[in-house]
Nanobody
Framework: QVQLVESGGGLVQAGASLRLSCVAS????????VGWFRQAPGKERDFVAC????????YYADSVKGRFTISRDNAKSTVYLQMNSLKPEDTAVYYC??????????????????WGQGTQVTVSS
């Protein structure tokens, strides 16, 4: 089992950058693939990016490709989401999630059994 805690959210202007962190507890973090999802008010939770257990494979939603970068440091049990060129439509609560069923990661919410509590990102125009 793994517990996840996100941080790094905040209020920024359009065009700014933020880096989110997802810190995991547990000694087997290196065996989990991790995904970032986001949920805007009144909308469903959507896939943003995921990274496999080794950090060698990453996948992105089309809406963030080229602007967001997911990475991980297994020695620190941490996954990062670097968000550049932020837009107002990026405003949402961002969640990290972990799973180890799908080795190379997955973009499906239901594949992730472990979730953090979320961190708010607000981008003003």
């Amino acid at each position: 089992q793994v517990q996840l805690v996100e941080s790094g959210g905040g209020l920024v202007q359009a065009g700014a950058s933020l880096r989110l962190s997802c810190v995991a507890s547990g000694r087997t973090f290196g065996s989990y693939s991790v995904g970032w999802f986001r949920q805007a008010p009144g909308k469903e939770r959507d896939f943003v990016a995921c990274i496999d257990s080794s950090g060698g494979k990453t996948y992105y939603a089309d809406s963030v490709k080229g602007r967001f970068t997911i990475s991980r440091d297994n020695a620190k049990s941490t996954v990062y989401l670097q968000m550049n060129s932020l837009k107002p439509e990026d405003t949402a609560v961002y969640y990290c999630a972990a799973q180890r069923t799908f080795r190379f990661g997955t973009n499906r919410i239901d594949d992730y059994p472990y979730w953090g509590q979320g961190t708010q990102v607000t981008v003003s125009s």
